[in-house]
């Protein structure tokens, strides 16, 4: 299953002084990403957190190819890795207006309990959205 966003602005924060986006700012492109898929897939993350469920970022991987600069647009596709059980895998491209590949990403996320803290399974009302789109 692959998702891409819609395309957005970079905006004149996002830059440092040499007028490149900022190494950190691809982490909140990619959490923007996965809220703009779950919303996609009608299960919205704040959903998912009033049932009790948190998903926390537990690994994450960026390998950077190219800069962004300000006024650039840029959408993210997203993919899952593999059909998830207890954690979530997924890998992101980002590309700049002219469909250049700007970073490529990799996040796992763990599903806990908000209440215990602990591990549960992937909820069921997700995992039936992963399945119907495969």
Not at 96 to 123: D, M, V
């Amino acid at each position: 299953m692959k998702f891409i966003t819609k395309k957005k602005t970079i905006r004149y924060v996002e830059t440092d002084q040499m007028g490149v986006v900022h190494h950190s700012n691809y982490v909140l492109y990619l959490e923007e990403a996965r809220i703009e898929w779950l919303d996609a897939l009608n299960t919205p993350y704040g959903e998912i957190e009033k049932n009790g469920i948190i998903s926390p970022v537990v690994e994450v991987n960026l390998k950077y190819h190219y800069p962004l600069f300000f006024g650039d647009l840029y959408s993210v596709e997203i993919q899952l890795v593999k059909f998830p059980k207890a954690t979530l895998e997924l890998t992101y491209h980002v590309f700049n207006q002219n469909n250049q590949l700007i970073c490529t990403g990799y996040t796992k996320l763990a599903f806990l309990s908000s209440e215990t803290k602990k591990p549960i399974p992937i909820p069921s009302h997700l995992s039936s959205k992963l399945v119907a789109d495969e």
